[in-house]
Nanobody
Framework: QVQLVESGGGSVQPGDSLRLTCAAS????????MAWFRQAPGNEREFVAG????????QYADSVQGRFTISRDNAKNTVSLQLNNLKFEDTALYYC????????????????WGQGTQVTVSS
């Protein structure tokens, strides 16, 4: 069993940056693909970024490509998401997720989920 806890969310202005961190416990996630999803009120949960166990496979949603960067530290059992140049439309609850096998850009394959951390972008 894997427990995931996200942190680092907050309220920022457009153009600002945040760094989200997901800490895993219960089992090492070094052999798992990790991903970030987000969900805004009234919307479905959507893929943001994912990283394979060896970090060779990294994927981003088109909407965040060039602004967000996903990384992982297998020694610390953490995965991070650097959010730069934040926009109003980035406002959402951000979730960390883990799965065995390769990165997938859809919700269903992920077996483990955190509770989420809120990112609010407003002026």
């Amino acid at each position: 069993q894997v427990q995931l806890v996200e942190s680092g969310g907050g309220s920022v202005q457009p153009g600002d940056s945040l760094r989200l961190t997901c800490a895993a416990s219960g089992r090492t996630v070094k052999n798992y693909s990790m991903a970030w999803f987000r969900q805004a009120p009234g919307n479905e949960r959507e893929f943001v970024a994912g990283i394979g166990w060896s970090a060779d496979d990294i994927q981003y949603a088109d909407s965040v490509q060039g602004r967000f960067t996903i990384s992982r530290d297998n020694a610390k059992n953490t995965v991070s998401l650097q959010l730069n140049n934040l926009k109003f439309e980035d406002t959402a609850l951000y979730y960390c997720a883990a799965k065995s096998g390769i990165v997938r850009a859809s919700v269903n394959p992920y077996a483990y989920w955190g509770q989420g951390t809120q990112v609010t972008v407003s002026s």
